[in-house]
């Protein structure tokens, strides 16, 4: 069943509308936490690449760290295969009314099951995501949040190549993201906006571009007539572009096996199929073990959650409070025809999608949004519709069709699509995840501070825009 997304809002305003204007202010104080000094051992719930990067951060800072990972290999969930595309400018939260108005997409048309509407835990992330969407200020302060993270993110990241290279290699394959327009509104405001000008202030401007220095930059572009007379939704109104050049792409689940292997030769432990069944607390409140497929039990100084989609349930045993909920979305991975030109950046069409490089012989396509709980089905019909949507975007015959291999996921997202970061109510757990769409650009950023935090080190970025604790007045009314 597939519902607009205006029922959603219904839902979620019941629970949004007035009960927290209190938390409308967002400098509003969050309760002291015990101040954190280097622990010895952690345990790491999740092995997809949130839990590995952050055991490879922690055992660089000297940490002894063991991963706890139900499947019988690491990143098999999201961390699989994503979108592919490493997209600090894309940095903003989806958590906005704003956003939802402009953004002709995915998240416009995202599609409702019944089970989710009926399901006490997306209602209450509902409530909190529109909170976040409407009340006055609270999207401006996240939109920030996830650009300070996307800088972070992206300092961390090459920091890490230039210190590790290949070894810890992702088939580094974009130079940059090209997005195309369709209005030159559009464009004007995108060119005008805060976030284009956060990058200029860091020496990263877009650069705008007329069409034909837009196919001049992806010669694979179609010109504005090449798809004239075909059903084929072409770049007839192409307007223009703005070439964002900070972003790249590559492959997740390469660099996963990477960082597992160098984890494994630095002395992270790893648990393949492991599936931590409970946490169990002591009276002074703090965890003393994680108990493993029922019985066998796992214990170091503290632990860190990074389940992904599934970390809620989990951390809500202890009453922590987690607010992430799973958005499915689908994929297409294709083979781009050999006598074409090569694509060199990630291409964004806003009415049409995503292309992301993979290489220099395909792209991956990814989009779509549906709360449908956790349904992990393949649905191969919705991945040949991106490729429908986007087809226009690239010449007649640039996309090999038929060479296309599918996959869906579940997008962890937090209600206010903000990454949830750092030290939980209960002392010695902390948390990594809610990254949402963005978990493969901001991973390096979030597994470094996530560590920081840890091991007591200054962070650079502010641990109250990011805490698991902004959620905490919340708990207790419920
Ligand atoms: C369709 C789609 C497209 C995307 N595209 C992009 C993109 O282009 N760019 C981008 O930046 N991001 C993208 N993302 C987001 C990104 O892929 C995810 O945010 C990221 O992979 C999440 O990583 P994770 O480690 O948090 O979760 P996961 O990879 O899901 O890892 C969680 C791990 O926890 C394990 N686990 C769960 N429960 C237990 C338990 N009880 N005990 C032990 N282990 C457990 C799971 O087996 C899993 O290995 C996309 C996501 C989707 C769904």
Redesign the pocket.
Known sequence: MSLKIGISLAFGSLGATAAFAVLSDPDIPLPTKQKTEKPKSAVI???????LSTAFQLNRRGVEVTI????SS???????C??????PSMAASWASAQLLADNPGELKSMSLSLKALTDPAFLRWSAWFWFNSFWPGRANYNHESQRQLALFSLRCMNEEIEEYGETLGFNKGANGTLKLFHNKADMNKFINSKQAKFWSNQNMPFKELTVEECLELEPGIANLEDWNGSSVNGNEDLVGGVYCPMDSSGD?HVYCKNIEKLCLERGVKIEYN????AINVDDDGLIHSVQVNGDKKFRSDVYVL?????SGG?ARTLGVNVPVYPL????ATVKINPEMPAIKTNIYSPKQGLL?VMGDSQVRL?GIVEAVGFNYEIEPEKGRSLIDKVEGVMKPNYLLKDTAWFH?????VSCDDVAILGQSKVNNLFI??G?????????WGCSTFVAQLICGEETYLEPKRYSPLRFHPFTRFL
């Open positions: 719930i999740g092995g997809g690449i949130l839990g706890l990972e139900k499947n690491p990143a098999q969930v999201a961390s699989y994503n979108g592919a595309v490493i997209v997740i492991s599936t931590v069944t990074a389940m992904g989609a599934t989990l499915k979305g689908h994929m992301g990814s869906s996921c579940l997008r962890p990594n995840t990254q949402g769409s963005k978990g493969w650009s901001f991973s």
